[in-house]
């Protein structure tokens, strides 16, 4: 129904979907969601929205309301730490710069930011300065701030998802053409 009806059409329509991934582990396996950014992806002319806080979550989803063709909004379970400011720039199809760093770069999205925001802090104890990309807005990716990203060095995807089809696989298959450069993708294995 969402290929024919909502794809196909580019029809007007907003999805917002709830308890996706892991943190929904109260609820069992059959309820933890891997592989719904890479269906919705595939999708032609479909908007993938996966905000990192409530205040990205509240901008984006206005943006996504105000904006003329289908939208898949992804939405976790578990609280997260707010990381953006009522009135900070967040812009559909852009992602963030919530850290620069000189060594490599940690792009994550949904819940995994503040999980890469916390990696990037252990690092730097360590002497490797990461820098934490946000990509909200996986379809479609923002490749400019990806290839910037690839200029810096190797590149860390996180993601509350499958690796196939999911973030991970956006940034390869991005910087595959744009800005070929080392890439390991954190999420769900292949099981």
Known sequence: IIRNSVGYTHANVKICATHAGITVGEDGASHQTFEDIALMRTIPGMTVINPSD????????????????????????AAVPDFYNAGDYIMLGRGN??????????????????EAVTAAAALAESGIDAGVIDIHTIKPIDEEILTEAAGIGPIVTAEEHSVIGGLGSAVAE??????????????????
Do not use: F, H, N
């Open 54 to 77: 409530g205040v990205s979550a509240e901008a984006l989803i206005r943006q996504a309301v105000e904006y003329e063709g289908p939208c898949y909004v992804r939405l976790g379970r």
């Open 97 to 114: 710069w919530l850290r620069r760093g000189k060594d490599a770069t940690i792009v994550a999205t949904g819940i995994m930011v503040s």
């Open 174 to 191: 991005t910087l595959s053409r744009r800005r070929p450069v080392r890439i390991e993708m954190v999420g769900q294995k292949d099981t």
